[in-house]
């Protein structure tokens, strides 16, 4: 009876062993697509043009050939990005070595948080500019590209979206496509970003 | 029978209870003024980013209108509006200083103040956005 059991267990793992997928899990592409032409569109993150705390240019080409992460913020916010900070750290100490991923800190206080402010800002939380661009510019340049992140990256894509204020951070693939995003006031669901991080580096960087 | 010196005990500790009873919790009023006066700014917040989307909705609408026509002024008043009541939230976030190393007989009046500040503020926001939606529709 034993022999049996156990023949059953070994058959029932190889089985479970046989349907896992193998390769790197694949994360989707987010938002509404669209065929044009026969092809399916997927939304994607449009041109722009900010300037960082070392006074740098940053555009969609700073993050070529790279995935990276996005957010919204204010140095002087109370509540929310205090917490979202604290968590932002977390995925700086883990890739700050990493050139394949990025970081992209978008200030929406534009008349406040200047150039200056941003790089006090940026000595204080301790991070380099090389991997975490805390960016300024066109007001209705930031508000609009944050909702065009923020309709993409939204729990429910039945209702319209936009900038909320929520503390989201969203990821961002090679093709400036949104493929995750996260509660970054909740360190589980960051801890859970951060696995899809590295899902994301594997698929976009094979074999490095 | 209970000893005098063990009398002269219970006695002190029954009265340490009653005053620590008695004392007021101001630790866990000022925290609930604190949550409440930041739960009103989060929501300011939301509200704000739904005017920015109205303010540059108009925006379009005016460089698309010729120069002399009323309506642009209308709707530069309003931006002018929603102007003021954005910088009115970055000034008050500007402003807001965390009262945690404040005494509560400080923190209480300190914290009442912020949050008739920033309910005004939401007003104003609230306000903005309404008018701004109501000239869309026009």
């Known amino acids: ?122 000595e204080k939380l301790g991070i380099d500019a090389k991997k975490w661009h805390l960016v300024t ?15 993409v990256a939204t729990e429910n894509p039945d209702l319209p979206g936009g900038f909320d204020h929520s503390g989201r951070i969203i990821l961002v693939d ?15 669901d960051v ?5 899809d991080i590295d899902a994301l580096l594997a698929e976009q960087f094979p074999g490095k | 029978m209970i000893d005098r010196n063990t009398w002269i005990g219970l006695t002190t500790a029954a009265l340490c209870v009653v005053f620590a009873l008695a004392a007021p919790n101001g630790g866990g009023e000022i925290d609930t003024l604190k949550k409440s006066t930041l739960a009103i700014h989060d929501e300011a917040m939301k509200t704000m980013a739904d005017m920015n989307r109205i303010g540059r ?9 010729d120069t002399l026509a009323p309506r642009r002024e209308t709707i530069r008043q309003a931006l002018g509006r929603m102007k003021q009541a954005e910088e009115g939230m970055y000034a008050w976030m500007q402003q807001y200083t965390p009262p945690d190393d404040m005494k509560p007989e400080v923190a209480k009046p300190y914290l009442e103040d912020q949050k008739r500040k920033i309910e005004q503020n939401r007003r104003d926001i609230q306000e903005a956005l309404e008018a701004g939606r109501s000239l869309l529709k026009q």
């Open chain 1, 191 to 195: 801890d859970r970003f951060m696995v």
């Open chain 1, 137 to 151: 510019g066109d007001h209705d340049a930031i508000y609009s590209i944050a909702d065009d992140y923020f309709s």
């Open chain 1, 1 to 122: 009876m034993m022999k049996y059991l156990l023949f059953a267990g070994v058959l029932a793992a190889v089985f479970n062993a046989c349907m896992q997928p193998s390769g790197p899990r694949i994360l989707p592409i987010l938002g509404e697509r669209d065929v044009v032409n026969g092809d399916t569109v997927y939304p994607s993150i449009p041109d722009f043009a900010f300037v960082d705390q070392d006074s740098q240019i940053i555009t969609n080409a700073t993050f070529k050939d790279k995935i990276y992460v996005a957010d919204f913020f204010f140095i002087h916010c109370p509540t929310i990005c205090p917490k979202v900070k604290a968590n932002g750290l977390r995925i700086y100490a883990k890739y700050k070595n990493d050139e394949r991923l990025g970081m992209l800190s978008h200030s929406i206080d534009v008349k406040n948080d200047t150039v200056a402010a941003l790089r006090r800002h940026a």
């Open chain 2, 57 to 65: 909705m108009l925006k379009r609408e005016m460089t698309a209108l």
């Open chain 1, 174 to 188: 090679k093709n400036r496509h949104v493929r995750s995003f996260c509660d970054g006031t909740d360190a589980k």
